[in-house]
């Protein structure tokens, strides 16, 4: 062969039988190949096992779509390359015209966008509540025939605690399925309720680090099967440098969970303490309006968590800006402390009446606590309140 020709055909140093890498090598490969011809159609039909195009599926992504199927409890998982990936993706799959959905002004606002923008472009209608108000809710199911409810439990940045087994009893009696947001509860928690699909951001706790970012969507073989050609025709696939990360941050996952609500439940109980403080947003506090209902559903409360400055916007914007520890970013879940003030904590496409129902305040600040000892993030947020 010449040594032009070897460029691209390099010498195979695969491994031997019996001989394996310890943790999955990232299989940065676009095709895979068979040797015969009937074993290559029977595989492009889904006849037979294994891997031919990485958008369709690659060793990386399957490893990481059964890890989290089995953390969630459920038979079968899609991966994205985002967050809103797999929301877009599992929205356009499972809704089509003339379809109802059931949504809510606590909603990550891309989701709100998603349901509101962009399916109502394809003449999908909803209706928008808060997700505390089971009575409307289950008014809403009864009075109009749905396709889908779509919730979070926490949500954010209020930490209201949606009553999932009420939800699912009031969809499933009407024949809506239900989707749960389950990025802030993580992909542990959740799993023994009656939930259709699981969607997870795993650029959040799943990953950890604040390097990657991925999405997943976990439920019944069935139901997975049916969202998979969708899936493909609209390309959102984790490539597997990606799905490694992702892989390699869940081996701390569960360690680092419980570290990162261990400090959040330390930052809410000194937060409730201080003068400057009018109210803390925590599902760990007792004095917290879903404290039994999460205590029900959740082992732990998670690392997010909110609180309203009697100082209104601006001394929102002080205590954001004077930080040190919390850098003021988007995102959640990470080990590293972030901060967001009431001026980016974005629920611009809600009207004042729903806004007030969202419960954000001019002085709302939002946390998300790290794996900082909790002496320096408490001393932190010490100095930083003093300019509140
Ligand atoms: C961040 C987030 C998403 C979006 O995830 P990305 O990975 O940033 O695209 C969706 N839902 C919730 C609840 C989130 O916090």
């Known amino acids: 062969m010449d040594k032009f020709t070897r460029l691209n055909h390099p010498p195979d140093t695969g491994l031997l039988p019996g001989n394996r890498p310890v943790v999955a090598p990232i299989y940065q490969s676009v095709k895979f190949e068979f040797d015969s011809v009937d074993e290559t159609v029977r595989n492009w039909r889904g006849d037979s096992p294994g891997y031919n195009y990485q958008r369709s599926s690659n060793p990386n992504a399957r490893q990481l779509e059964l890890t989290l199927a089995q953390l969630q409890g459920r038979e079968d998982c899609l991966v994205t390359a985002s967050g809103v990936g797999v929301l877009s993706s599992t929205l356009l799959s499972l809704a089509k015209q003339g379809d109802h959905v059931l949504c809510f002004v606590e909603l990550y606002a891309p989701t709100r966008n998603l349901i509101r923008r962009l399916l109502g472009k394809f003449g999908v209608t909803h209706t928008l509540l808060s997700v505390i108000d089971l009575a409307g809710i289950e008014r809403a199911?009864?009075?109009?025939?749905?396709?889908?409810?779509m919730f979070e439990s926490p949500t954010n940045p209020m930490l209201r605690i949606a009553d999932i087994a009420a939800i699912t009893r009031l969809a499933r009696a009407q024949g809506a399925l239900t989707v749960l947001d389950n990025t802030l509860a993580g992909p542990h928690q959740h799993g023994q309720y009656d939930v259709d699909l699981y969607l997870h951001s795993l650029t959040k706790f799943a990953a950890g680090h604040g390097d990657v970012m991925g999405g997943a969507v976990i439920g019944s073989a069935e139901l997975i099967a049916k969202l998979r050609p969708d899936f493909n025709a609209l390309g959102n696939a984790l490539d597997p440098h990606a799905a490694f990360l992702v892989q390699r941050g869940l081996k701390t996952y569960l360690v680092r969970y419980r570290e990162q609500s261990a400090n959040a439940l330390r930052v809410a109980g000194f937060l409730a303490r201080h003068p400057a403080v009018e109210a803390v947003h925590y599902p760990g506090l007792p004095s917290h309006p879903g404290h039994s209902l999460a205590r029900a559903q959740m082992?732990?409360?998670?690392?997010?968590?909110?609180?309203?400055?009697?100082?209104?916007?601006?001394?929102?914007?002080?205590?954001?800006?004077?930080?040190?520890?919390?850098?003021?970013?988007?995102?959640?879940?990470?080990?590293?402390?972030?901060?967001?003030?009431?001026?980016?904590?974005?629920?611009?496409?809600?009207?004042?009446?729903?806004?007030?129902?969202?419960?954000?305040?001019?002085?709302?600040?939002?946390?998300?606590?790290?794996?900082?000892?909790?002496?320096?993030?408490?001393a932190d947020l010490a100095q930083a309140l003093q300019r509140a």
């Open 299 to 378: 082992s732990e409360f998670g690392a997010v968590l909110s609180f309203d400055l009697r100082g209104g916007a601006e001394a929102a914007a002080r205590v954001a800006e004077g930080l040190e520890l919390f850098a003021m970013a988007a995102s959640l879940g990470a080990t590293d402390s972030l901060v967001l003030p009431s001026q980016l904590l974005g629920a611009r496409d809600l009207d004042e009446t729903q806004r007030r129902l969202a419960g954000i305040g001019a002085g709302t600040v939002r946390l998300s606590i790290g794996l900082e000892s909790i002496d320096d993030l408490l």
């Open 141 to 149: 199911l009864a009075g109009k025939p749905t396709r889908l409810v």
